[in-house]
């Protein structure tokens, strides 16, 4: 099990940009795929992105392609969502997410996850 910390929320204008870090404890972070959801107010959370124990292999919602990009550091133990040209629909609070020996694929759906960061607002102004 690891622990997760989700931090850089915040208000930004439509068109701007806005970097999300994700620390997580634990000496085997490097076996754990990693992922990024969110979820907006009366919606269902949703999967935004996913990358690979070794960082390599990363997969995105279509709906972020070309706007988000999710990276990894293992000797920090930390995971960010780089997320650019935002809109007023990326609105969510944004979840940090782990599951030991996953694929990226396997992080797409919340089913199967145990690990969750307490996540953190991200507000897009129009």
């Known amino acids: 099990q690891v622990q997760l910390v989700e931090s850089g929320g915040g208000l930004v204008q439509a068109g701007g940009s806005q970097r999300l870090s994700c620390a997580a404890s634990?000496?085997?972070?490097?076996?754990?795929?990693m992922g990024w959801f969110r979820q907006a107010p009366g919606k269902e959370r949703e999967f935004v992105a996913a990358?690979?124990?070794?960082?390599?292999?990363?997969y995105y919602t279509d709906s972020v392609k070309g706007r988000f990009t999710i990276s990894r550091d293992n000797a920090k133990n930390m995971v960010y969502l780089q997320m650019n040209s935002l809109k007023p629909e990326d609105t969510a609070v944004y979840y940090c997410?782990?599951?030991?020996?996953?694929?990226?694929?396997?992080?797409?759906?919340?089913?199967?996850?145990?690990?969750w960061g307490q996540g953190t607002q991200v507000t897009v102004s129009s």
């Open positions: 997410a782990a599951r030991q020996f996953s694929t990226v694929q396997g992080m797409t759906v919340t089913t199967g996850i145990r690990d």
């Open positions: 634990g000496r085997t972070f490097s076996r754990y795929a």
């Open positions: 990358i690979s124990w070794t960082g390599i292999i990363t």
